[in-house]
């Protein structure tokens, strides 16, 4: 049997969780040592350590870490790394991951003690990002590789990679290239040693053609020596980047084996708003939006505002089918009303349309006029601050107004044969939620009445507070903007207005970019309006919205009526996200597309769960083939675990646990402290071929540096910031 096929072979039997005998080779059950699901990071500061770390965090992988630039830091032996609990060894970290293969240096008893552990209980070890040379399996990068920036470059699972723990992606692992003037990445291309130590193996993950030559280098490997295996990675990322977070998920998957506390997934969903309402259009001579209190003048006859019509929500409806993916439109019934009124009593086509395919959409109330509900606006001035009373203190839209318009939206909606859910609601540009800075509190009128309205999920603007928090009853989901304009329909107007907010004045700019450079960054020039969305504008959007779906974040994304209208270039951003995931991932691991409440129920046991992991009150092992999940009651349990893993149900069945994803099973589950979650992973623990006790592993000396070449970006910027989204509603 090849090696490739071995190695496939290993990690199908992973689920078996391999596990040291106690000495002497005893098989006892009560000698079986018990791992605790928890990861050490050893942290250098770095930007590949730091990424992994969030990907925990996020997660809700708990974790421990020790920061070695910390004078005061617990140093690693053996009593830090293992004990005994209730008569078994303990080990109590699963995995490993360190900065490089070595950061302790030559010698250290540190290294010494962490190899000892590695072997005695079998625990893995990734190298964040290391030098190739043989200390790790590989050549040199002048032995035949290449070292340098990867930026463009195009990495490939291999055969061996897709058959462990890379299943999940489709093939290809894009290396990202924002600026050409910035080194976004550097890394090193190495062939594997021809001839190995003495039963040492290194089997590519990942890899990319060797400029210059016919060789493929390893950027992602698996180098078992020793007794010892670690996940070679030769190439430095941050969080953010693309080819990091596209590798993620296998790290964590192969450093735990599969069985690790914790879950992603890859979310998208999209929020219309305004629907039926007419948005009012950017003036390109005016550069603002007549109506706006910003705005001098009245719209211009010539262009009216931005309605749907009829045949684009058929194609709305077309085209969520065929790209499987449901849209939630938030809706304004007074823009039907006002269609009706202006064209003498008349049914309004569009109404007629979407109330006929109300099924293909999940429909939000969106208020009925779009009415700002916060302070009562004092627009004499610009930028508007709330009115105040005699006594100075602030006046607030009622809760009769507040009611009205959300009750009153969801009657509309009934008597059209309009079906929604009443505890989602979006109000008109996230208003009776604090606005800064001219609004620093809620209104307090506004969650009396989400209470007695039955709202338990309201839309929050993610740009301005990212973190879910309660409104009286209900919680906020909040919601990316995204920079495809309300007040545009066609890709001119939309390229005008973005060359009015992101070049400088003396480009014809606003000059907003250079008054707050700290968010927003500047054009180097113009955008041609003729073709600057499609080339420019539409790409960027994209990349930022698939940034979010790959860091595991299930908050939506939001655009407006209007960019469904006209040219229709809303779907030109959403296409390319769709296209871009298609072409990276396979089909075990498919976008998950929620409605608002999921997505607010998932941000709350996220919330509550990491909580309880940053509180040190979750307790989770495996002993053999047996997993223990404690936490405090009523608290959710995330939870990755093998496919063909069995839960103990109450009364002693056994289900299949999770729901199927990326090749193994998650979800969430109840677990108690006085009733555990317990389960049965596939298969049946073995020994390993190691005992306690051995000698330690040899230490290698790290090389002399691992060098980050300067202008390598630890945070690379996406581009113009999201600083104009707010004010775009």
């Known amino acids: 049997m090849g090696r490739t096929t071995r190695l496939a072979a290993a990690w199908a039997a992973g689920v078996l969780l391999t596990v040291a005998v106690p000495a002497g080779g005893a098989h006892a059950a009560d000698a079986t040592p018990r791992i605790d699901l928890r990861l050490l990071v050893v942290d250098d500061g770095g930007p590949a350590t730091e990424a992994i770390r969030a990907e925990l965090a996020e997660a809700g992988t708990p974790f421990t870490q020790v920061d070695l630039t910390e004078a005061g830091r617990p140093r690693i032996d053996e009593a830090f790394l293992s004990d005994t609990a209730d008569g078994r060894p303990r080990a109590k970290f699963q995995g490993v991951v360190l900065p490089n293969d070595n950061p302790f240096g030559a010698g250290s008893p540190e290294m010494a003690a962490l190899a000892s552990y590695e072997k005695r209980f079998g625990i893995r070890q990734v190298d964040a990002y290391t030098y190739a040379r043989p200390a790790v399996g590989l050549n040199t990068p002048a032995d035949g590789g290449y070292s340098g920036p990867l930026d463009g470059k195009s990495a490939q699972v291999t055969s061996a990679g897709a058959a462990g723990p890379f299943g999940y992606l489709r093939k290809n692992v894009p290396f990202e290239d924002n600026d050409t003037a910035v080194n976004e990445s550097y890394g090193y291309l190495a062939t594997p040693l021809e001839k190995q130590a003495d039963g040492a193996t290194y089997t590519s993950f990942l890899d990319a053609p060797v400029p210059g030559g016919s060789a493929r280098g390893s950027l992602i490997g698996e180098y078992t020596h020793d007794g010892r295996s670690e996940l070679v990675v030769t190439f430095v990322a941050n969080q953010y980047q693309t080819q990091f977070r596209l590798v993620s998920r296998g790290i964590v998957e192969w450093l735990t084996r599969g069985t690790h506390l914790g879950a992603a997934r890859n979310y998208f969903g999209v929020h219309v708003d305004d629907v039926f309402a007419a948005d009012d259009r950017w003036d390109t001579k005016l550069k603002c939006t007549p109506g706006d209190v910003d705005c001098p003048g009245n719209p211009n006859p010539e262009s009216p505002a931005i309605r749907m019509k009829a045949a684009d929500a058929q194609y709305a409806k077309q085209w969520s089918q065929s790209h499987n993916l449901t849209l939630d439109l938030a809706y304004n019934g007074v823009g039907s009303e006002e269609y009706r009124a202006e064209h003498g009593g008349a049914a309004d086509p569009l109404l007629q349309q979407l109330v006929a395919d109300q099924k293909s959409y999940r429909w939000i109330n969106h208020t009925f006029t779009h009415a700002f509900l916060g302070c009562e606006q004092n627009t004499s001035v610009v930028p508007w601050k709330c009115a105040t009373d005699l006594l100075g203190r602030t006046r607030w839209v009622s809760r009769l107004k507040i009611g009205g318009e959300i009750d009153g939206n969801a009657a509309w909606a009934a008597k059209q044969g309009l079906v929604h859910d009443k505890d989602e609601l979006v109000t008109g540009e996230h208003s009776g939620l604090r606005t800064l800075p001219q609004q620093t509190e809620d209104n307090p009128e506004l969650a009396p009445v989400l209470g007695q309205s039955g709202v338990r999920w309201i839309a929050s603007d993610n740009s301005r507070e990212r973190r879910q928090r309660a409104i009286g009853s209900a919680l906020t989901v909040p919601r990316y903007p995204m920079n495809v304009y309300y007040n545009v329909g066609t890709a001119a107007e939309q390229t005008d207005e973005y060359n009015w907010l992101y070049t400088k004045k003396a480009d014809g700019g606003s000059g907003t970019c250079e008054k707050f450079p700290e968010t927003t960054t500047c054009l180097k020039a113009p955008l041609d309006t003729k073709t600057g969305f499609a080339s420019y504008i ?139 979650a317990t389960f049965t992973l596939p298969g049946a623990a073995v020994s390993a071929a190691h005992t306690p006790g051995a000698t330690a592993a040899r230490v290698q000396a790290p090389a002399a540096a691992l060098p980050v070449p300067e202008g390598v970006a630890h945070r690379v910027p996406y581009g113009p910031a999201d600083a104009a989204h707010t004010a775009r509603r």
């Not at 779907?571 to 498919?590: I, S, W």
């Not at 597309?593 to 092992?621: P, S």
């Not at 404690?630 to 069945?653: F, K, M, R, Y």
């Open 538 to 676: 539409a790409p960027l959007e994209s990349r930022i919205a698939l940034g979010h779906v790959l860091a595991n974040d299930p908050r939506p994304h939001f655009m407006h009526q209007s960019n469904l209208s006209e040219e229709r270039i809303g779907y030109a951003v959403l296409e390319k996200v769709l296209a871009d995931y298609n072409g990276l991932f396979a089909d075990n691991t498919p976008l998950v597309n929620l409605r608002m409440r999921d997505i607010g129920t998932e941000m709350g046991k996220r919330a509550a769960w990491q909580a309880a992991v940053a509180a040190g009150k979750v307790t989770a092992y495996r002993i053999g083939n047996a997993v223990t999940i404690s936490a405090p009651d009523g608290t959710q349990a995330a939870a990755t675990l093998p496919e063909g893993t069995v839960q103990t149900g109450p009364n002693g069945s056994g289900s299949a646990f999770g729901d199927a994803y990326a090749g193994a099973r998650s979800g969430w589950t109840t677990a108690g402290t006085q009733a555990p």
